[in-house]
């Protein structure tokens, strides 16, 4: 899990139940990453609010954009149909709305969201927002800097026993 420069952001992915994992989030966000994409394919509409709570919440603990791109429809052969809303979140602070929502699709509808990211004033924010999760976090930044070893230590293990 490494984090790309790419000419208008740091970006990161994490990949639908990625989301869920603290660390693979943290690991961006320590890597310098100032947006994640998540694409995802959920066949319920519990496994999509678990991804996108947890989207969400990774947007507020790490002070990141974060793109949760949701497929949806019906799905091919065996595949059931996919529930969708894909959004773009931010982190939930005054910059934003109340709910952290910059940009939303409606429910199971195939539809472009665009939004604007804005990221001096997600900079900004991690020095002087009201909740300074990204800056807290710095404390054990270590841990995060050497996650991506650590799954690839852990891989080669698996693959080797």
Same mark, same amino acid.
């Given at each position: 899990?490494?984090?790309?420069?790419?000419?208008?952001?740091?970006?990161?992915?994490?990949?639908?139940?990625?989301?869920?994992?603290?660390?693979?989030?943290?690991?961006?966000?320590?890597?310098?990453?100032?947006?994640?994409?998540?694409?995802?394919?959920?066949?319920?509409?519990?496994?999509?609010?678990?991804?996108?709570?947890?989207?969400?919440?990774?947007?507020?603990?790490?002070?990141?954009?974060?793109?949760?791109?949701?497929?949806?429809?019906?799905?091919?052969?065996?595949?059931?149909?996919?529930?969708?809303?894909?959004?773009? !979140?931010?982190?939930?602070?005054?910059?934003?709305?109340?709910?952290?929502?910059?940009?939303?699709?409606?429910?199971?509808?195939?539809?472009?969201?665009?939004?604007?990211?804005? !990221?001096?004033?997600?900079?900004?924010?991690?020095?002087?927002?009201?909740?300074?999760?990204?800056?807290?976090?710095?404390?054990?930044?270590?841990?995060?800097?050497?996650?991506?070893?650590? !799954?690839?230590?852990?891989?080669?293990?698996?693959?080797?026993?």
């Amino acid at each position: 899990m490494q984090a790309v420069e790419l000419p208008f952001a740091k970006v990161g992915f994490n990949i639908c139940y990625e989301a869920e994992i603290p660390e693979c989030a943290s690991s961006l966000a320590e890597q310098g990453a100032e947006l994640i994409l998540c694409p995802s394919y959920t066949f319920t509409e519990y496994g999509f609010w678990r991804v996108r709570h947890c989207a969400q919440a990774r947007a507020i603990e790490n002070q990141v954009y974060f793109v949760h791109c949701s497929t949806g429809g019906q799905g091919a052969g065996p595949i059931p149909p996919g529930w969708t809303q894909s959004s773009i !979140l931010s982190p939930a602070d005054t910059p934003w709305t109340p709910k952290g929502i910059v940009a939303e699709a409606a429910v199971n509808e195939e539809v472009v969201v665009s939004g604007t990211v804005d !990221l001096d004033v997600l900079r900004q924010n991690r020095i002087d927002g009201a909740a300074t999760t990204y800056k807290d976090r710095r404390r054990r930044a270590e841990l995060y800097r050497s996650w991506p070893s650590h !799954l690839e230590q852990l891989q080669t293990a698996t693959t080797n026993s």
